[in-house]
């Protein structure tokens, strides 16, 4: 696609709007900066990692505040070379996110070698992984913007160069969607993951104990003490893990759930069941925000290790993506992609205030 800035990794197609603002990053790349905004919902983008730099919107008095804890510029990203604590924060994880047992893909007989970032496991794609890369801006208007990444053969590890798109769509005055698709030349593996730190009190140094949270989920994988799936299925009927119904995030974290108190928190992958949806609730704001995903699963991370000016719980995650491990997992949901299949995940984040 021709554009005026095609040599420096991004373009844009709406002269309507402001050019995509550039910032040096302090590895030496330069980013760039996307607003968008419909009704008092504002979203800020940057092509580092397909990352979300902010996600703001109104309480229940009209008062509108970002609801996403992290860096707020791309040059303060530890993806850029920035300052703190490397959580991923905001930001589109791939080419597999969540863990990958041993750093091996087992496929069509062989087993491939993949880069190890995580003791000799691999975390979101690896120590180059998607989050790292400047993406394309292949589109952008007010409300929309559409990003795209190119994934050579054997990046990581994985066969196959994969060519990934990011669109992040403002639907209404209410909701953000947030899909991706991708191709590749040769089979591989595919699951990526918008990594979003949530926080709807909108306060710093606030923690989310005392947020509320519903999950449509009647079990959840089981983990190892480094987070890799056993390979089973736990029911959540009768423990701090049952999110069914409304229930106070605290309640878990502080309880004695041996399962909890390995991670120091949640840190699990939930398979959803119909209908595939999750709400947040912050008692005091009054902000609300319900997801809806076409994924199997939701990982409930609440911010275990932040550190570096984050306190631990400062924000939760809600990660749509498959079930992590899957490729070690027959029985799981496949996260495999073959040449000419097209890979599809799509997430709705839809605010209101009670």
Known sequence: MPCGIAAAGACWHDARMTAPLPQQLPDGRVAHVLALSHGALRVRITDLGATILSLSA?????????????PDTPAAHPAGGGPGPYAYMNATCGRVANRV????????????????????????????GFDRAIWRIDGADARQATLSHVSPDGDQGYPGALTATATFTLEDARTLSIRYTARTTRATHVN??????????????????????????????????????????APVQ??????????????????????????HGYNHNFCLSPPRDALLVDPYSGRR??????????????????????RPHAALCLETQGWPDALHHAHFPSTR??????????????????
């Open 58 to 70: 109104p309480d229940r008095h009209g008062v509108v505040a970002n609801v996403l804890v992290g």
């Open 101 to 128: 047992a041993g750093s091996t893909m087992p496929l069509d007989g062989a087993t491939i070698a993949l880069a190890a970032n995580e003791g000799r496991h691999q975390l979101h794609g690896g120590p180059h």
């Open 192 to 233: 990526l993951v918008s990594h979003l730190y949530f926080n709807l009190s909108g306060m710093a140094g606030a923690t989310i104990h005392d947020h509320r949270l519903r999950i449509a989920a009647d079990a959840v994988l089981p983990i190892d003490a480094a987070g890799i799936p056993l390979g089973t299925l």
């Open 238 to 263: 009768g423990t701090p893990f049952d999110f069914r119904t409304l229930r106070r995030v605290g309640d878990g974290l502080d309880g004695d759930d041996p399962a909890i108190v390995a991670q």
């Open 289 to 310: 925000m319900w997801l809806s995903t076409d994924q199997p699963g939701i990982q409930l991370y609440t911010g275990n290790a932040l550190c570096d000016g984050y």
């Open 337 to 354: 992609l073959d040449p000419g299949d097209l890979y599809r995940s799509e997430t709705l984040l839809r605010f209101d205030t009670a």
